[in-house]
């Protein structure tokens, strides 16, 4: 069976940005998807906790599925890794370092696990733009090569929210 997870940016809501069209795209092309909204992340600081919880409860998590997450979305699917065998992981502008904010601090109660996920995970891509606004291109390759991925840099996309169309991803399908 071939499934996607879907985790959504901070603040977003899941029929923003070019998440319903890559819905569309990968159900044409024979997924079955899940892109749960989490109204847990639009939370000024959101409990990965209760985000895990509602995932897990979903009982899709095995090594069959690939989980796409986009920026904070990144963070929780990397979290979901180390808990978890999974086929793929997608990472759209994440990063691996420790929080950016005060209001990702609930992601940070440790550092990373590279090791488990790099166990868990048959294949890590890393998806980043060279005029990300929140994090550098040199943090996202870091961070592909400390997960042993494949690194895909975009041009002129920024943090990849607003844009209704994301075919570059359709690579990895």
Known sequence: MKKVLFLQSWYSNITENWYPWLEKELK???YETYFPDLPEIRKDVPDMAKIINQIESMKILDKNTIVIGHSLG????MRLAERHK???LILVSGWD???L???HKLFWKSKMDHSAIKANVSKIFVVHSDNDPYITAVQAEDMCKRLN???LLIIKLGHFTKIKKLSQLLRFF
Do not use: I, P, Q
Request: aromatic share 10%; charged share 40%; glycine share 16%.
């Open 86 to 88: 999974l086929k793929e």
């Open 74 to 77: 990144s963070l929780l699917a």
């Open 28 to 30: 044409k092309k024979g």
């Open 149 to 151: 991925g494949e690194f």
């Open 101 to 103: 904010t005060e209001g």
């Open 97 to 99: 370092f420790d929080e």
